[in-house]
């Protein structure tokens, strides 16, 4: 686990220097109409307060991902090993689970619309 987290911390930053330089690739080679119509704090928002959003949340949840989903297939197989009529049973689950997950996705999608309208302004 430990490496894996090395892993993903030097590829977050490699991720990460990347994508800021795309970012300011694109907006550089951008017509000066552009910025004539967007705001200058909007741009500097963008490079500001999203990438450093992406840039901090991006390696940890890479990290939480790997881990849990190793720890996730472990039990899994040890599950199986220890009682062996479970593998009756796991397709079952796995189905239960992906229709769990599609319902909850669909939730939040709904409950962030809600959000976003309820801040916007009038």
């Known amino acids: 686990l430990m490496l894996t987290s090395g892993a993903v911390v030097l590829g977050s930053a490699r991720a990460s220097r990347h994508l800021h330089l795309s ?4 907006v550089l080679q951008c017509p000066l109409r552009w910025f004539e119509s967007t705001p200058s704090g909007r741009i500097i928002s963008r490079f500001s307060t999203d ?22 297939l472990t039990m899994l197989v ?34 962030k619309r809600m959000v976003n309208n309820a801040q916007s302004p009038i």
């Open 78 to 111: 040890l599950m199986c090993v220890a009682v062996p009529y479970i593998l009756i049973l796991l397709p079952f689950m796995i189905i239960a689970y992906g229709a769990q997950v599609v319902a909850v996705n669909r939730v939040n999608r709904e409950v």
């Open 23 to 26: 970012c300011l690739d694109s």
């Open 51 to 72: 990438l450093s959003g992406v840039d901090l949340q991006l390696g940890l949840i890479l990290d939480h991902v790997l881990q849990m989903g190793l720890m996730s």
